[in-house]
């Protein structure tokens, strides 16, 4: 089970300003009373741990344990054979009210008369809680408008990559949205248990202050979405067609390389990667947070691009394009890269790591042919590798200010009962539906969906990432679990140390610009349209335009954390 930190708390008036770095003017915010609205694009620092008005945190005792015992939350335990469910709230309270929320929605939205909703409205108490679903794929820039309107309803899902479209996120939250803080701090146990039992980082991670410099104006301001940990993305790789080709599984960046070239055939439509970017920084030694990282030798902050390490990154990017191992309309950002992995005409994919299980679910289904596995921790020139792990939320769910306090607490009661984990009945209901309408039970125990649940359940965001679960598994197909599980423990030793751990940055606008630009110039080195030798023209125009600014900020928050 995830337990609380056992780090010594921060009590408000001792967070030694680590939500606003010491002076206003160094968040970029004036100085404001803890009641009014605030603007600026000055950006924010915000501490997410040690809080001392987050719920007590209760150990609410798994009804089943897993088949593989990990670490949570960067090693979850894991489910090799799904449980006999078990009713998690027997005590069900009885909501009258009706809601509105918004939430993102890939597809055909599902028709509100399916029996799914009835049944989940009347499984968590009488409360309905009807969806205003908008289209996933602009749904991050038509949230904006909503919450600038306030025409989101009762609450809105807003997603941890969604925060950017926000002009300041910090601020559109304590403006628009319920503080929860007088409802959720302290003992909740009795009412919600639950809740009380989702770890407290995941509270933390749903704290912002109203006034940055003022600790006693944190609060609570959503419900958190979805608490996991490890590495989220990789790279993957078909290895059946590696095998059939002979090349052997990379161990190195240099010996990546030499796969590549083995593998990819331009005349013949075959290319090692659809794309490759964003990922492979770690590959040489790349990370921190937004690209800024603590020298300790010359005590200052250094950003990845003045490292030799980058020019490194730039010169493999261009290699790539220059030998013609990347597909040629990669620049574009429009190739479905699983598609042609799956086609083969391509070997490696940088993804989602839930698209190992996805793939491979497909092979056993006779959708797709071949397998595919992700690439172990890589490094280049002898180096020990190192894999970006982070322990955190998806995103949250955002309450109306204007609802009273009532309807808040009938809308946690919702929640409490969505916290529910695998294992349980609350849990089965909400992720399968209605057994006979969405799923059955197959031959080997586990829920299968219909065509109906797939469309209405499998597929939709809706009430399945309102709240956390008390913990995160991994479940599903036993091989691939197993698998993962595995491969999850083989990857530990190497998790990179992120030197802003417990701290939310979200940086000045002008910084942001500032890196809009210097990605767009990379992305121009990498595909032919400007030289290598243009690098230190463009880590200047990046410091000259925003970089050196946010090199302060970076640095003021650093020491924030970690002392002079």
Known sequence: MTTPSDRAPFKRRSLFKA???????????????????????????QT?????????????????????VGEPPNHPSAFTSYPEPVQAITDLPSGSGTYELTVPCWGPAPAKDDPYFAAVYEAWGGTKLELRQGDGMTYGDTAVQWVKADEYGDGIQLFNY????????????????????EIVQGDISERWPLLAAIPSAAWGQAVWSKDPDDPETAGIYAIPMNYSGGQGNGILARTDLMEAAG???????????EACRTW???????WAFAGLDWFIGQWFGLGGTDGWNWDPEQKKMINNIERPEFTELMEFRRTLWDEKLIHPDAPTGTLD????????????TQDNLVRWNDYNL??????????????????????????????GIGGWTFLNKNLSKEQVEEILDIAN???SPYGTKEYEILNYGVEGEHFDIGADGTPVFTTLGSEIVQGPVHYKALCCQVETFLTGDPDMVKARFDYDASIQDYAMENPFEGVRIEAPAEAKAAGSTLWDQQQDIAYGRAELSSIPEMVETYMTNGGEAARQYYTDAYKAVHGE
């Open 162 to 181: 969604m925060t950017g479209s926000f002009s300041s996120f910090q601020e559109t939250v304590v403006n628009s949205f319920y503080d929860l803080t």
């Open 264 to 270: 990819s055939d331009d005349a013949a439509g075959k």
């Open 337 to 348: 890269a699983a598609a042609m992995q799956e086609a083969g005409q391509v070997l490696f």
């Open 48 to 68: 997410t741990e040690g809080f001392d008005f987050l719920p007590t945190h209760e150990e609410w005792p798994l009804p089943v344990e897993p088949d593989l």
């Open 362 to 391: 497909k092979v056993k289904k006779g959708e797709a042919e071949g397998s595919v596995a992700p690439l172990p921790p890589l490094a280049a020139k002898g180096r020990t590798p190192t894999v970006a792990m982070a322990a």
């Open 247 to 257: 090349i052997a599984m990379p161990t190195t960046v240099e010996e990546l390389l």
């Open 417 to 419: 009962w969505c916290a």
């Open 19 to 45: 939500a606003g770095l010491g002076a206003a003017g160094a968040a970029g915010l004036p100085v404001i009373a803890a009641c009014s609205d605030i603007e600026s694009n000055g950006g924010t620092t």
